[in-house]
């Protein structure tokens, strides 16, 4: 897969590949993290590939003390992703990725708050690299 360096056949294709807007904050950050990593736009020809990606964001509460207090909580990032190519419209992978990070609540909102978009933030980057993952193995097995 990375025989050639950025030069490879696979380092080409995941450059051609145009990564569709995405609503949120987390859209945002899941983006810009596959934008890094495909090297998008750096491919003279235009984008053969169109990856849209939906995401959903959730946090739920895990540990409860007797006067129902959150203690600790989850935040778990999925995303349901699409690669299409462009010219015929064809969707070439179909597929998911997905993952959590749990954090404590304190008495600190500041620092809960800060918790809560660390994970977030880290998230974003384990779901970029799992996308990446996936579309540069399906990208391989076209060429």
Same mark, same amino acid.
């Given at each position: 897969m990375y025989a050639g360096g950025g $030069? *490879? *056949?696979? @380092? %080409? !294709?995941?450059?051609?590949? =145009?990564? #569709? +807007?995405?609503? *949120? /904050? #987390?859209?945002?950050?899941?983006?810009?993290?596959?934008? =890094? %990593?495909?090297? !998008?736009?750096?491919? =003279? *020809?235009?984008?053969?590939y169109r990856l849209d990606v939906r995401l959903d964001d959730r946090v739920e509460g895990l540990g409860q003390l007797s006067n129902d207090t959150i203690t600790r909580e989850r935040r778990t990032l999925r995303a349901r992703y699409q690669l299409v190519d462009v010219q015929s419209g064809a969707i070439v992978? =179909? @597929?998911? !990725?997905? $993952?959590?990070?749990?954090?404590?609540?304190?008495?600190?909102?500041? +620092?809960?708050? +800060?918790?809560? /978009?660390t994970a977030l933030e880290n998230l974003s980057q384990e779901i970029a690299d799992q996308i990446v993952t996936r579309v540069s193995l399906r990208l391989r097995e076209a060429k």
């Open positions: $030069s *490879g *056949g696979v @380092a %080409r !294709a995941l450059s051609e590949v =145009d990564v #569709s +807007a995405i609503e *949120g /904050q #987390s859209g945002w950050l899941v983006r810009n993290a596959l934008v =890094d %990593r495909l090297g !998008a736009g750096q491919h =003279d *020809g235009g984008a053969h992978l =179909d @597929a998911t !990725a997905g $993952s959590d990070a749990g954090f404590d609540v304190v008495n600190s909102e500041y +620092a809960v708050i +800060a918790a809560e /978009q």
